[in-house]
């Protein structure tokens, strides 16, 4: 189909990447289309409150290499349970969909790419069977996505927690202390399992493996006893005791995504450890700093591949798809096979089992 105008957000949390993505849609579409872009503000927020601003060949230069989004995001705009903060301090929550699709229209777009991970995917499935012709395009530093091998900004997340545990390697061979890294995530341990084998953790705790604290604590002592009396954890944020719950934060944030916001289990596991052995114990969270910079080549390429996929995608009249990596392709799969799907680390996986053969404890 001749695409005249092209309409691009970008949803839910930053990764490194979305730039790349940004980019490589935009000159594709304005050098292969001679198509028009416009850039949607801050995900669907701006979809619902009209705001958007025209991307061009000139206005998308030297941003692969920048971190964040120029687009703004949220993750708290679902326009189809929008949650405000009233007056009162109440949350009320009002389906505002349709406002968003007159927006659409009224914008004169041919076609949404809907950047984002498995919310912002199903919010653009929803507009999908309500009439927009959406394009998914995967992206989260979790790489808990379903039907893609990996998700850009994952690998940016990786080699930045592997940075972070060799530099916790160093320090705490030096102090011969117990150092714990706690790594985002969500509901899947892929950055934690992964960073983990990269930086030589000795013990991995992942959400997929409740994991027992006296196992934990006898992975320390035994090192200890073997002549290494430092230990060097990573711990995912969804990581959650054997019988016990994912730790949360409460927070205004919290409120008004409508999601609990993860964190604190570090803490919570340098604690149990404290009171099981006479060893000094430091815990670190490296929180957004996964999230933030400049994205690595691998996820430059990603991203590049994925925003140029998805403009062809377009002009081939392809809509309600995802475009995913399919190593060594980039293919086409339905959004509808991904909604509600969160893709964690399997239990068979190789990389567990790689982990453990390795003498690396999982915590069990
Ligand atoms: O989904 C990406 C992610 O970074 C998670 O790993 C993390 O739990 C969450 O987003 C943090 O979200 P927020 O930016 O709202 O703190």
């Not at 927020?45 to 958007?52: A, M």
């Not at 009002?94 to 968003?100: H, L, N, V």
């Not at 934060?249 to 919570?268: E, K, Y």
């Not at 060594?328 to 509808?336: D, G, R, S, W």
């Amino acid at each position: 189909m001749a695409l005249k105008r092209v309409g691009i957000l970008t949803g839910g949390g930053d990764c490194s990447g979305l730039n790349a993505v940004i980019r490589a849609v935009t000159r594709t579409a304005a050098i292969g289309y001679g198509c028009a872009i416009t850039g949607i503000l801050d995900g669907f927020e701006g979809l619902i409150t009209k705001r958007s601003e025209e991307l061009t060949v000139r206005s998308t230069r030297d941003i692969l290499t920048l971190g964040g989004t120029i687009l703004g995001t949220t993750n708290k705009g679902n326009p189809f349970q929008y949650r405000e903060l009233a007056p009162d301090g109440s949350i009320k929550v009002s389906d505002q969909s349709d406002r968003a699709v007159e927006n659409f229209r009224s914008m004169g777009l041919d076609c949404l790419f809907v950047v984002g991970g498995e919310g912002t995917l199903e919010i653009g499935y929803k507009f999908f069977e309500k009439g927009i012709p959406v394009i998914g395009i995967p992206k989260t530093i979790d790489n808990d996505l379903d039907k893609t091998d990996y998700t850009f900004g994952y690998q940016t997340a990786i080699e930045v927690a592997c940075d972070a545990l060799d530099r916790l390697h160093s320090t705490g061979r030096s102090h011969q202390r117990v150092m714990i890294l706690e790594v985002m995530g969500r509901t899947a341990g892929w950055i934690s399992l992964e960073a983990g084998i990269a930086g030589g953790a000795h013990i991995i705790l992942i959400p997929e493996i409740p994991y027992n604290i006296e196992r934990v604590v006898e992975k320390i002592t035994a090192r200890e006893k073997g002549g290494s009396p430092f230990t060097i954890i990573m711990v995912a944020e969804g990581a959650k005791e054997e019988g016990g719950d994912v730790i949360t934060q409460a927070s205004a944030s919290t409120r008004l995504q409508g999601v609990p916001q993860l964190g604190g289990v570090g803490f919570h596991l340098a604690d149990q450890i404290k009171s099981r052995v006479d060893l000094e114990v430091r815990c670190t969270v490296l929180g957004h700093i996964q999230r933030g910079g400049s994205p690595c080549a691998f996820d430059r390429v990603l991203g590049t591949r994925l925003g140029a996929e998805a403009v062809r995608a377009a002009a081939e009249g392809n809509f309600g798809v995802m475009v995913a990596l399919k190593t060594p392709f980039i293919t086409l799969v339905p959004l509808k096979e991904l909604a509600g799907k969160v893709r964690s680390v399997p239990a068979d996986s190789q990389l567990i089992q790689c982990a453990e053969a390795i003498g690396i404890s999982m915590g069990r």
